[in-house]
């Protein structure tokens, strides 16, 4: 069997042992998704005055035909608490709305997500992972993709402790 290229007809190359030459590139799946369908998002609060067990950010997977992978979040905040990120029931979040920012700006996509600040009507649900933070400084969480929102799921980060800044970014993309 002969792997050849449809355009030039070329063969892939082999070695004296029979083993096929490569050049390969490792990217994460998010860049790829960005580039080449325009479908990874960015969803990040306005830093405001929030209270003991505030929902910081919570963002709803909108679409009926994607997956939404989250891939990264960062917390930050004026006061070292316990940042819970969690899996909630939410119908219809209620609170300061956020728009997904496209991370490819060459697309015009609209994130198919209802993402919301200081989130109000929430109840917390099942916890993937409280995150010790400290004061004046930036927690990034990788999840790689792993964590997996279906039509109508949400993701949401609480503040366990009173502060007067809080800010966390999500990011994920569309499959």
Not at 54 to 73: E, G, Q, R, W
Not at 96 to 108: E, Q, V
Not at 129 to 156: M, Y
Request: proline fraction near 1%.
């Amino acid at each position: 069997m002969i792997i050849r290229d449809p355009d030039t007809m070329k063969g892939a190359g082999v070695d004296t042992d029979g083993r096929s030459k490569v050049i390969s590139s490792n990217e994460e799946r998010i860049a790829a998704i960005s580039r080449e369908e325009g479908e990874a998002y960015s969803w990040s609060n306005v830093s405001y005055d929030y209270a003991a067990a505030d929902t910081i950010v919570l963002v709803k997977n909108t679409s009926s035909t994607k997956k939404l992978h989250v891939t990264d979040i960062f917390l930050s905040g004026s006061t070292a608490t316990i940042a819970t990120i969690h899996r909630t029931t939410c119908t219809t979040p209620t609170g300061t709305a956020i728009t997904g920012i496209n991370l490819n700006g060459s697309f015009s996509n609209v994130a198919s997500a209802t993402a919301i600040g200081d989130e109000t009507t929430n109840v917390q649900g099942s916890i993937i992972q409280n995150v010790e933070l400290r004061a004046v400084t930036v927690e990034h969480i990788k999840f790689d993709g792993a964590l997996i929102l279906n039509e109508s799921q949400c993701i949401a980060v609480d503040y366990v402790t009173d502060g007067t800044t809080a800010n966390v970014t999500i990011r994920g993309y569309f499959k």
